[in-house]
C-alpha cells in the first residue's frame, strides 16, 4: 500500500506471494491475483461489515404477474439475507433475490428492503415499491420458424412474430423485441440482437466457427405493451447431424480434424454445412516413415470439407517406406 500524503510510505498488506502476475478489483472489492509461481488465482479480501452495492428495483407487474427483487452486497463471507415486506421478515426469504409469485391488487403499494448480516454487522437495503396494474400483458406469437425447425450451416432463417393485447388489441412492431441466443452444450453466447421495432427478419447461421454438434439456436421475441407489460416467447431451431469418419491406410495412423491430431479410425458428429478441415500429416512410426499419397474424396493433403447430408467416410491413403 503506497501512501502518497505521508512521504510515499509504502506498507506491505500480503505476504508469501511467489510471482503475480496480474491484478484485478472485483465489484465487492476483494483483489484478485495471478500468481505464476503458484500457477493459481488467489483473492485479498477486507474483513468488514456488510455494504449494500445494489438496491432492489421499484417492480410494477399485472396482477396475476411474478416481481423479483434483488439485492447486491459485500463485506466478510459468510453474508446471511433476510427479505422484509413492510418492515417485517418474510420467512424463508433468506438468498439474495426475492420472488413474489402471483401478485394481487393488494399487493400494490408493498415495499419491499433486504437486510444483510455477517460476523461484523449488519446493514439494510433502500426498500422497493411493488405496484400492481390491472393491466394485463400481451400475448406473443412467432409466427416463423415452426417449433422444432432444423438447420444446415449456412441457412438463412427468417423469423417473424406478432403480439395482442388485452387492451390494446394487435401491438406495433415498435413493441417487439428480438433476441437470438447460441447455447452450446451447457452454456450459451449471445448471437443477435436484441433487433428492437420490427416484426420480421432474417440472419445466416455461421458455416464456420464452433465445430460441436451439441449446439442449437434460441429464438426469443418479447412484447411489451405502452403500459410496461411485458411477455415473451420462444422457438428452438435444433442442427442437422450427420456422422463423419476418418479413416486410414494402413489403419491406425495420425490424422488431423481441425487442426488437432486424431488416431484413425476416428468417427465424429458434424452439423450438415459446417466447414471442417482434414490432414493427413507425414510420419514415422516404429522406425517406418509414412507419407500422404490421397485421400478418398480426391482432397489436397491438408483441405476442408463443407459438411455433407448423409453420413460419409474419408480415407487418408499413405506410402510406407521401409525402415532404416
Same mark, same amino acid.
Given at each position: 500500500m503506497l501512501a502518497p500524503a505521508n512521504g510515499n510510505q509504502v506498507t506491505t498488506f500480503a505476504t508469501g506471494l511467489s510471482s503475480p502476475v496480474d491484478l484485478r478489483v472485483s465489484a465487492d472489492g476483494?483483489?484478485?491475483?495471478?500468481?505464476?509461481?503458484?500457477?493459481?488465482?488467489?483473492?485479498?479480501?477486507?474483513t468488514s461489515a456488510p455494504s449494500i452495492t445494489q438496491h432492489?428495483?421499484?417492480?410494477?407487474?399485472?396482477?396475476?404477474?411474478?416481481?423479483?427483487?434483488?439485492?447486491?452486497?459485500?463485506?466478510?463471507?459468510?453474508?446471511?439475507?433476510?427479505?422484509?415486506?413492510?418492515?417485517?421478515?418474510?420467512?424463508? *426469504?433468506?438468498?439474495?433475490?426475492?420472488?413474489?409469485?402471483?401478485? /394481487?391488487?393488494q399487493d400494490d403499494g408493498a415495499l419491499f428492503r433486504c437486510r444483510v448480516n455477517n460476523a461484523?454487522?449488519?446493514?439494510?437495503?433502500?426498500?422497493?415499491?411493488?405496484t400492481v396494474s390491472n393491466n394485463q400483458a400481451p400475448t406473443v406469437t412467432i409466427s416463423a420458424p415452426a417449433k422444432g425447425g432444423r438447420y444446415n450451416a449456412g441457412d438463412?432463417?427468417?423469423?417473424?412474430?406478432?403480439?395482442?393485447?388485452?387492451?390494446?388489441?394487435?401491438?406495433? *412492431?415498435s413493441a417487439l423485441n428480438w433476441t437470438v441466443i447460441f447455447h452450446h452444450d451447457a452454456h450459451t453466447h449471445p448471437f443477435l440482437g436484441p433487433l428492437t421495432g420490427i416484426a420480421s427478419g432474417t440472419f445466416t447461421i455461421p458455416d464456420a466457427g464452433e465445430t460441436s454438434a451439441n449446439v442449437f439456436?434460441?429464438?426469443?421475441?418479447?412484447?411489451?405493451?405502452?403500459?410496461?407489460? /411485458?411477455?415473451?416467447?420462444f422457438v428452438d431451431l435444433l442442427p442437422n447431424v450427420v456422422m463423419l469418419a476418418l479413416l486410414s491406410e494402413p489403419s491406425g495412423l495420425q490424422l488431423t480434424l481441425d487442426g488437432q491430431p486424431v488416431i484413425s479410425p476416428f468417427t465424429t458428429l458434424s452439423v450438415v454445412g459446417?466447414?471442417?478441415?482434414?490432414? *493427413?500429416?507425414?510420419?514415422?512410426?516404429?522406425?517406418?516413415?509414412?507419407?500422404?499419397?490421397?485421400?478418398?474424396?480426391?482432397?489436397?493433403?491438408?483441405?476442408?470439407?463443407?459438411?455433407?447430408?448423409?453420413?460419409?467416410?474419408?480415407?487418408?491413403?499413405?506410402?510406407?517406406?521401409?525402415?532404416?
Open positions: 476483494s483483489l484478485y491475483y495471478l500468481d505464476r509461481g503458484q500457477s493459481s488465482v488467489y483473492r485479498v479480501r477486507f432492489p428495483q421499484d417492480q410494477t407487474v399485472p396482477v396475476g404477474g411474478n416481481a423479483t427483487f434483488t439485492v447486491g452486497a459485500s463485506g466478510a463471507p459468510p453474508l446471511a439475507y433476510q427479505w422484509q415486506r413492510n418492515s417485517v421478515d418474510i420467512s424463508g *426469504a433468506t438468498s439474495a433475490s426475492y420472488t413474489l409469485t402471483g401478485v /394481487q391488487l461484523f454487522g449488519s446493514t439494510v437495503s433502500n426498500p422497493a415499491r411493488l438463412t432463417i427468417t423469423f417473424s412474430g406478432s403480439a395482442s393485447d388485452p387492451e390494446q388489441g394487435p401491438l406495433p *412492431a439456436y434460441r429464438i426469443h421475441l418479447t412484447a411489451t405493451d405502452s403500459a410496461g407489460a /411485458q411477455s415473451s416467447a459446417m466447414t471442417r478441415s482434414l490432414g *493427413a500429416p507425414t510420419q514415422r512410426i516404429d522406425k517406418s516413415n509414412y507419407s500422404f499419397l490421397s485421400w478418398s474424396d480426391g482432397g489436397a493433403q491438408t483441405h476442408s470439407i463443407r459438411t455433407p447430408s448423409v453420413d460419409t467416410t474419408y480415407t487418408a491413403i499413405f506410402r510406407r517406406r521401409g525402415r532404416k
